[in-house]
Every structure is written in C-alpha cells, then in structure tokens.
C-alpha cells in the first residue's frame, strides 16, 4: 500500500471526477485516474506503432519508383 497525499488545487478536480463516477473514496478516484492514463497511454504507443509502420512503407515504396 502506498499513501499518498492530493495538492490543494487538485482536490475540486479530483472530487469532481469522484461525482461522475458515484464515490468520495480517493483510493477509487486515484486508481480511476491511473488506469485511465495508462490506457491512454497504450493507445499512444499503438498509434505511434502504426504510424511509423505506414511511413517506413511509403519510404520504401518511394525508393523503389526512385530506382525505377
């Protein structure tokens, strides 16, 4: 377990979350709010994926009319 403790000026942030999910438990709304970055950042990861993928083809398509 580990304690933590929520700025003062992120607290009205952190209960207005805790309304829309339908709690005043920090420990919820924190684990809330983690999970939800952590798939926002895995979606990041995912879409930096593709796009490099698409580009390192359209490189290589490139090069190759370029020899042509």
Excluded: H, W
Excluded at 12 to 17: K, M, R
Excluded at 18 to 44: A, C, M, S, W
């Amino acid at each position: 377990m580990v304690r933590c403790s929520i700025r003062e000026y992120l607290q009205p942030f952190v209960n207005e979350i805790g309304t829309q999910l339908g709690t005043d438990d920090p420990t919820e709304i924190i684990t809330f709010v983690l999970n939800d970055y952590k798939r926002q950042l895995k979606q990041r990861t995912v879409q930096t994926n593709l796009s490099s993928q698409s580009t390192e083809t359209a490189d290589e398509e490139l090069l190759a009319l370029l020899d042509s």
